[in-house]
């Protein structure tokens, strides 16, 4: 089994389609190191090129620097929400697609009042989850 | 083409399944009993001779071929009447399909009664001519003799059938293994279960199904939660509500992380994986142990009466109590440690004691705040009780941003640890 993925810049996860960074990737972003790692093996299974993100700021950097297909976002993390992850991502002009992943006890409702359309519950069925992903990232399928 | 090419040192029966031990004695078990209707001990292991004993003793068909169906009004009133619990079982029980492989297999999920609910499979065994029971089929030992369902259901813990250690013939070509699903009250809901032609690719889901089963118990807690939270909301007047909402949804991080790896497990026995995936489940049940755990603990901060005293493991609660304080810390930019001590036991209501250190936690976040450390430790008194001490600390450290508080614990109990 892969070593937990340390804190920090990491792209612990590359699949075959490792070649099409541009378009073909996804960022996780969670606070929790070992849903990080085992959602980058599963996808990286799936044929996608993983990169995480441990915290929103992480992720904000991260997204200002380099191109994702789709970003999965946590909603509860220390620092800033996912809310507030995908409000300054919007407000800086980006529209790269993002899932939102929440334990939240009405997940449409956190997400209606957030605004953002494409949302999981925790825990997550991982074909519904790679279906999301699929149907979200047009460009990798 | 299912299955595989047999070992050189293998038997095979007529249907090409490879003869173990088990199989052939109990096999000379059943031709005895169907000539003489006697039960041989010697032949059958013991959980399997108890089960046949019940068989016996309850009037079930050696001879039967297939298992007994509800009507159909029934079996829709029964599946609609169970759609939660089949929703909670099913990732489980796709999981045992994909580990399954190639190989032919069925897992199913039953009722409390032996009645099965759901089956995964492959097309032949889900709806051939030699299929498994479908959804409505009687599993109970007193209907269809001992078997991967009703057998588990009788003896209340994890049974293994081969081939003719079921009762009745037409569950012969089988392995099954079973496992009972408890409720978070502890009652029996149903069987989880995975049929198989080899033996031997069944014994390699073992593992899983236990894992299965207890992840099915996971996800009945958390529906627990959900109503816990919704009755909470709804009775209203708590100002802690937010608090509790915020913290079910950090302990349910570690049942999703356990699904996760339930999932990946199931892959990597799929890939003959079975180093890599025996550690996933070990991973598993621990993010399932823990998960269980500390939802007692949620309950325990959630409830409104007082508890019952009882003797308490006052690390062990400090300790899930940080666990599941760990995000909110977290967003509060605070350390927190456990100065460890010598272990000790108190007599104390847990559901007074969890809300009193909940509280002294969180005075401590914002006192320590932004950088800070909250640090707790256990005091053993002279009068014979136990207190935790809470202590926050601020930078820069200043005798002014150092605060402490004292959560008293009960008498120390003299019952052994």
């Not at chain 1, 407000?91 to 939240?104: E, K, Q, R, Y």
């Not at chain 2, 009945?220 to 209203?236: F, K, M, P, Q, Y």
Request: glycine share 8%.
């Amino acid at each position: 089994m892969d070593a937990p993925t340390p804190e920090g810049d990491s792209d612990a996860h590359t699949g075959p389609l490792a070649g099409h960074e541009d378009t073909c990737r996804v960022l996780i972003v969670d606070d929790e190191p070992d849903l990080r790692r085992l959602l980058g093996e599963v996808l990286a299974d799936q044929g996608w090129s993983v990169a995480e993100a441990h915290h929103g700021e992480h992720a904000l950097d991260r997204l200002q620097a380099e191109r994702f297909a789709v970003v999965l976002l946590d909603h509860r993390m220390p620092g800033l929400s996912g809310g507030e992850v995908y409000s300054r991502l919007r407000a800086a002009g980006d529209a790269t697609p993002v899932i939102l992943m929440t334990a939240a006890r009405n997940v449409h409702e956190l997400a209606h009042s957030l605004g953002i359309p494409h949302f999981i519950a925790k825990p997550f069925d991982l074909e519904e989850l790679v279906t999301m992903i699929k149907a979200t990232s047009s460009a990798c399928t | 083409m299912y299955g595989r090419a047999p070992l050189a040192h293998e038997r095979l029966d007529w249907n090409g399944v490879p003869v173990t031990l088990e199989s052939k004695r109990a096999s000379h078990a059943h031709r005895r009993y169907l000539s003489t209707g006697a039960l041989r001990p010697e032949l059958l292991r013991e959980p399997v001779f108890r089960a046949w004993e019940r068989c016996h003793a309850q009037g079930a068909s050696a001879r039967q071929a297939r298992a007994e169906h509800l009507a159909d009004a029934e079996i829709e009133r029964l599946l609609t009447q169970q759609r939660g619990f089949m929703v909670a079982a099913r990732p489980y029980l796709q999981a045992l399909a994909q580990a399954a492989a190639a190989e032919r297999h069925a897992a199913m999920l039953s009722d409390s009664r032996g009645v099965v609910l759901d089956v995964v499979g492959d097309p032949p065994s889900v709806s051939g001519p030699e299929r498994v029971p479908g959804p409505g089929s009687l599993l109970s030992e007193a209907v269809s003799g001992a078997n991967g369902i009703g057998t588990p259901l009788a003896e209340g813990g994890y049974v293994e059938l081969v081939g003719a250690e079921h009762f009745i013939e037409g569950f012969h070509l089988f392995t099954c293994q079973g496992v009972p699903i408890r409720t978070p009250d502890g009652a029996i809901a149903g069987v989880i279960s995975v049929s198989m032609r080899r033996t031997e690719a069944a014994r390699r889901l073992h593992e899983l199904l236990v894992c299965a089963a207890h992840g099915i118990e996971a996800e009945l807690i958390r529906e627990r939660l959900d109503e816990d939270v919704r009755r909470l909301i709804c009775a209203g007047g708590r100002d802690d509500e937010a608090l509790l909402e915020n913290l079910r949804q950090d302990l349910v991080q570690a049942q999703a992380t356990a699904r996760l790896e339930v999932a990946l497990a199931a892959r990597d026995l799929a890939r003959d994986r079975l180093v890599y995936a025996a550690r996933l489940l070990a991973l598993a049940q621990r993010s399932i142990a823990v998960f269980a755990r500390q939802s007692a603990l949620w309950r325990d901060l959630a409830a409104t009466d007082p508890g019952p005293l009882r003797v308490v493991d006052l690390a062990g609660l400090l300790s899930d109590l940080v666990a599941l304080l760990r995000t909110e810390a977290a967003t509060s930019g605070v350390t927190v440690e456990i100065v460890e001590d010598a272990p000790l036991q108190v007599v104390a209501d847990p559901l007074r004691l969890s809300r009193a250190l909940l509280r002294a936690f969180l005075c401590a976040f914002q006192a320590g705040g932004g950088g800070g450390t909250a640090r707790a430790s256990t005091q053993r008194r002279a009068d014979g009780h136990a207190a935790v001490l809470v202590h926050a600390s601020a930078p820069p450290l200043r005798e002014a941003d150092t605060l402490s508080w004292i959560v008293p614990a009960g008498p120390v109990s003299q019952e052994p640890g």
